[in-house]
């Protein structure tokens, strides 16, 4: 169970919502007083991390099961604002955790068609894309799917719903997700691997 829903069964508020925007910090003063129990997968009573499809109680669960291929902000790549998750195409990308779709599209045409081959080192842009606003000012991004994604808008997403899948457009040189995680009340990028383990959906790991 996430932790804003065992609040609301403890102290319920006319707004289920209420304590969203708390549970950043209340999963890690869980941790610390429990040695990781915020970590555990919500379907179990073990105190473990989540593994792939599971959602941990933080309410966070990872986009892929995949193999990391490209680090964030490596001394190869300074500029590379996420990680890259070596999975194969068609593979279905899942929402890391509940919110709302602030970006869907194709970055480089709003027409879509030069998204719907794939892309090279010399295309530009993320391809088809999607970001999603979550409790705590967070926002994550996944890009480069194989086609449109499967979300719009303004559409709320539960974690783990699928977003699209695994392709190679925009700026590519093979079918991967490329994922990033921020603070946007700040505009933080964040490093998305210390980020997933910290609400226990570590990336990595094989399929």
Known sequence: MALTDAAQRVQVSAYPDAYAKHEPIATQIVNLLTGGAARAAGD??????????????????????ALIVSGFRTAER???????????????????AAGQVITSRCDVDPSGRLCN????????????????????????????MIRRPKVTVGQMVAAGQELG?????????????????????????????????????PLGGKP
């Open 78 to 96: 300074p500029d590379h604002d996420g990680v890259d998750l070596g999975a194969g195409r068609e593979t279905p990308i899942r929402a890391a």
């Open 165 to 201: 899948d695994v392709g190679t457009s925009g700026h590519s040189s093979g079918p991967h997700l490329h994922f990033e995680v921020y603070d946007s009340s700040r505009g933080d990028k964040i490093d998305p691997v210390d980020f997933m383990r910290n609400v226990g959906a």
């Open 117 to 144: 081959r794939d892309g090279s080192p010399s295309t530009p842009g993320c391809g088809w894309y999607v970001k999603v606003r979550h409790a705590g000012n967070f926002v994550t991004m996944y890009c480069h």
């Open 44 to 65: 179990s009573t073990e105190a473990r991390c989540a593994t792939g499809g599971e959602v941990a109680a933080s309410g966070w669960t990872v986009p892929v099961r």
